[in-house]
């Protein structure tokens, strides 16, 4: 055989192992990602699992059978907000350790802590005895020292668009419409806080979405969502 032959040949050799090479990495890589898959749908399920378990026995949630959905709201928070970054394959933010049941604040985003009010409408989640007012009487502290209150996400998006009203659209609103913004107002100017800053934040849920005859839904269509994914 020939120098130049056996060089070619070589050379083909080189070749042909280096793509078997990148293959076998390829093949390796896939394995690895379809192997973090299952783990995370793994996690994501367990912390579904965890919320059904809780809201299975009604007995065991706190408050009469019209506020159970406020206890409730702070599980949906922990465990799916956690099953949606577990399926992402990134830690999960929310936590309930180390936080006392009765305790200023319901659970832990990222170390910050978090009160949960969902009360049946804007006003009340704000100005009620049981809401972010009532909380701030008995916690005038609460914010100073770093907390955040969570609020329904729908509740939320409403606030929002009511502060973002000029004047003009103000006055020519309803009359519900004209009463809640004041309320609004009257809210910021009691307590200092600007209702366009971090203190108050959505929470994932709305509010109809953690009501007992509403919640097995909510987490049977997030499940659907995250096998999904």
């Known amino acids: 055989?020939?120098?130049?032959?056996?060089?070619?040949?070589?050379?083909?050799?080189?070749?042909a192992s280096?793509?078997?090479?990148?293959?076998?990495?390829?093949?390796?890589?896939?394995?690895?990602?379809?192997?973090?898959?299952?783990?995370?749908?793994?996690?994501?399920?367990?912390?579904?699992?965890?919320?059904?378990?809780?809201?299975?026995?009604?007995e065991h949630i706190l408050g009469s059978l019209k506020s159970k959905h406020g206890e409730i709201a702070e599980h949906v928070q922990v465990n799916i907000s956690n099953a949606r970054r577990i399926i992402e394959g990134l830690s999960p933010e929310h936590t309930f350790e180390g936080v006392g049941r009765t305790a200023p604040e319901d659970y832990l985003f990222n170390g910050i802590k978090v009160q949960s009010k969902?009360?049946?409408?804007?006003?009340?989640?704000?100005?009620?005895?049981?809401?972010?007012?009532?909380?701030?009487?008995k916690y005038p502290d609460f914010l100073n020292e770093g907390g955040t209150y969570h609020i329904p996400q729908d509740q939320y998006d409403t606030m929002k668009d009511l502060l973002s009203m000029n004047d003009e659209e103000i006055n020519k609103a309803s009359r519900e419409v004209r009463a809640i913004v004041q309320r609004l107002r009257e809210f910021q100017e009691q307590t200092g806080i600007d209702l366009n800053s971090e203190s108050i934040q959505p929470a994932i849920g709305n509010y109809d979405e953690v009501q007992l005859g509403k919640i097995d839904g909510t987490i049977d269509n997030e499940e659907k969502s995250i096998k999904n994914n």
């Open 18 to 58: 280096w793509i078997d090479y990148l293959n076998q990495l390829r093949l390796n890589e896939l394995v690895a990602n379809l192997a973090a898959q299952d783990i995370n749908l793994e996690g994501a399920l367990n912390e579904l699992q965890e919320l059904k378990d809780f809201v299975a026995n009604p």
């Open 118 to 137: 969902y009360l049946n409408g804007l006003v009340n989640t704000l100005t009620h005895n049981n809401g972010v007012l009532g909380h701030l009487s």
């Open 1 to 15: 055989m020939e120098i130049s032959q056996i060089i070619k040949s070589t050379q083909e050799q080189a070749v």
